[in-house]
């Protein structure tokens, strides 16, 4: 990309005009990528586009709709057909095929800084990222993920459970909750404050050892 001018394909060493749309000679490029016979390209505030030889479109994506306001700084493509979006400051992004957003990974949920400089996946599927201040990784491939109470929202854990589509986290602070698989933050269900000790899944009800007595 040239900007004021367009994007260029280099051939025999020389630079040649691929296109010249006016929203390229104001957004800037952050990568391009191959999908279904077209050439899709990320920018870094303006959205995703797509080229398919002759004509240059918007193309719409759940993640762009979600993060308008987020700046991105640089990219690669998954080989699991998803991208890896490095932001200027909200950390790193894992988008699915379609677009969809799998997770988000910034200093909140140890990663070392937000602002991601550099992405790469290697052979085994890890992220590589480079940061302003260091290299972080990313085991994509892990059975577990990791979650951080940095600001003692919780507290510590003593039992967790699974009930109704949802996970519960027993703690020292309430009975916390949120959907499945989501990753969405935990509420506190009401009337649970203080010392949770254990969570039992007994004839399709949830029992709960508190410190005030057992709820179901």
């Known amino acids: 990309q040239k900007l004021d001018k367009g994007i260029f394909k280099i051939v025999n060493g020389k630079a ?3 296109c010249n749309n006016d ?8 990568n391009f990528f191959q999908k279904d016979g077209k ?3 990320l920018s870094q505030s303006k959205g995703w586009f797509s080229f398919d030889g002759t004509s240059m479109s918007a ?8 993060l308008k306001n987020v700046s991105f700084y640089t990219a690669t493509s998954l080989e699991n057909g998803g991208y890896a979006l490095g932001t200027i400051s909200n950390g790193i992004i894992i988008v699915d095929e379609s677009g969809n957003i799998d997770y988000t990974i910034n200093q909140e949920k140890s990663l070392s800084n937000n602002t991601v400089l550099a992405v790469f996946e290697d052979i085994d599927h890890n992220i590589w990222t480079g940061l302003d201040n260091g290299v972080d990784c990313i085991n994509l491939s892990s059975p ?26 027993g703690t020292n602070q309430g009975l916390f909750f949120r959907e499945y698989g989501s990753n969405s933050n935990f ?7 203080g010392q949770v000790w254990s969570l039992m899944v007994y004839d ?6 508190h410190n005030k007595g057992t709820y179901i």
């Open 204 to 209: 399709n009800r949830l029992f709960i050892s």
């Open 144 to 169: 577990f993920r990791i979650f951080r109470d940095n600001f003692g929202k919780i507290g510590t854990v003593y039992t967790a459970s699974l009930y109704n589509n949802k996970l519960f986290l």
């Open 39 to 41: 050439l899709l390209m």
């Open 187 to 193: 509420s506190l269900l009401e009337k649970t404050e």
């Open 23 to 30: 929203i390229l000679k104001s957004a800037y490029i952050v």
């Open 16 to 18: 040649e005009l691929l």
């Open 59 to 66: 193309h719409s994506t759940p993640v762009y709709e979600k």
